[in-house]
């Protein structure tokens, strides 16, 4: 009988001290798992997308978007038919501007666009939809570039192509939106200051094509924009007024400055 108390008052004695040390370190593992344990991965249906649509801030350290680069499956099965272009700029024929900076000049990957007043006469200038297509990119993707529109076409062909229109001051279409041959889609701007006024204008037949910097060695899947509006602008009798030409001069062009996009 004794044997027995000495046992039940040992471990009596042994679970007093030992208890309140147990949930001590219990307590203390359970706040750390807290704090530190990995976030649980959410499934699609929990994610909230944030849509591609409007402008975009100019900030430091803003993840680079892959809309930049590259066209989405489902937009490149719903970009509407372009049957014919016209100029981005002035009249549809290109009347009342000048290429300041034709492509490929000095490396030059696009043209850039004028107004026949030069200088920053141009400066909220309308910028057209060149044809039918739709907007796959509508924002900041650096300073280098500042506002940027990318519309993609479908080409009777079937092939398919993108127009860029960079450095706006304004940009009045949404990501996802179909456009028409002629519609408002921004004004001539600056880049926030970087340039004098004009518009930095891409015609790209690789629809992955890497946004660069404006400027390489090598065309980069794009094409003469002037070249390639003005076969395509329809019959031959409308072609009226055609651009006048120019100097970088008395132009917004970027003038060899290349500042990457990052």
Same mark, same amino acid.
């Given at each position: 009988?004794?044997?027995?108390?000495?046992?039940?008052?040992? @471990?009596?004695?042994? @679970?007093?001290? #030992?208890?309140?040390?147990?949930?001590?370190?219990?307590?203390?593992?359970? #706040?750390?798992?807290?704090?530190?344990?990995?976030?649980? +991965?959410?499934?699609?249906?929990?994610?909230?997308?944030?849509?591609?649509?409007?402008? &975009?801030?100019?900030?430091?350290?803003?993840?680079?978007?892959?809309?930049?680069?590259?066209?989405?499956?489902?937009?490149?099965?719903?970009?509407?038919?372009?049957? *014919?272009?016209?100029?981005?700029?002035?009249? +549809?024929?290109?009347?009342?501007?000048?290429?300041?900076?034709? @492509?490929?000049?000095?490396?030059?990957?696009?043209?850039?666009?004028?107004?026949?007043?030069?200088?920053?006469?141009?400066?909220?200038?309308?910028?057209?939809?060149?044809?039918?297509?739709?907007?796959?990119?509508?924002?900041?993707?650096?300073?280098?570039?500042?506002?940027? #529109?990318?519309?993609?076409?479908?080409?009777?062909?079937?092939? &398919?192509?993108?127009?860029?229109?960079?450095?706006? /001051?304004?940009?009045?279409?949404?990501?996802?939106?179909?456009?028409?041959?002629?519609?408002?889609?921004?004004?001539?701007?600056?880049?926030?200051? *970087?340039?004098?006024?004009?518009?930095?204008?891409?015609?790209?037949?690789?629809?992955?094509?890497?946004?660069?910097?404006?400027?390489?060695?090598?065309?980069?899947?794009?094409?003469?924009?002037?070249? @390639?509006?003005?076969? *395509?602008?329809?019959?031959?009798? /409308? *072609?009226?007024?055609?651009? #006048?030409?120019?100097?970088?001069?008395?132009?917004?062009?970027?003038?060899?400055?290349?500042?990457?996009?990052?």
């Amino acid at each position: 009988m004794s044997s027995n108390l000495d046992y039940q008052r040992h @471990f009596s004695e042994l @679970f007093r001290v #030992v208890l309140p040390i147990f949930v001590v370190v219990a307590t203390i593992a359970i #706040v750390l798992w807290a704090v530190f344990r990995p976030p649980p +991965e959410k499934t699609d249906a929990q994610i909230q997308w944030e849509p591609r649509v409007g402008l &975009l801030l100019a900030e430091t350290g803003v993840p680079y978007d892959p809309a930049f680069s590259l066209a989405r499956p489902i937009e490149m099965a719903t970009a509407p038919m372009a049957a *014919r272009f016209d100029f981005p700029m002035g009249g +549809e024929h290109g009347s009342l501007t000048y290429n300041a900076q034709p @492509f490929l000049t000095s490396r030059h990957l696009g043209d850039d666009l004028n107004g026949i007043g030069g200088q920053d006469s141009d400066k909220g200038d309308a910028v057209y939809a060149a044809g039918d297509g739709k907007v796959i990119y509508a924002g900041w993707p650096s300073d280098g570039w500042g506002n940027v #529109v990318i519309l993609l076409h479908q080409m009777p062909s079937g092939a &398919l192509i993108e127009t860029l229109y960079a450095h706006l /001051d304004r940009v009045l279409v949404p990501t996802g939106a179909n456009v028409v041959r002629g519609q408002k889609i921004g004004t001539v701007g600056k880049a926030d200051g *970087r340039y004098l006024a004009h518009l930095h204008f891409e015609i790209r037949e690789n629809t992955s094509v890497s946004a660069g910097g404006g400027y390489a060695d090598s065309a980069l899947g794009r094409v003469a924009g002037e070249l @390639f509006l003005s076969k *395509r602008r329809g019959a031959e009798k /409308d *072609r009226l007024n055609p651009a #006048v030409e120019g100097s970088e001069a008395e132009s917004g062009s970027d003038a060899g400055i290349r500042i990457d996009a990052k």
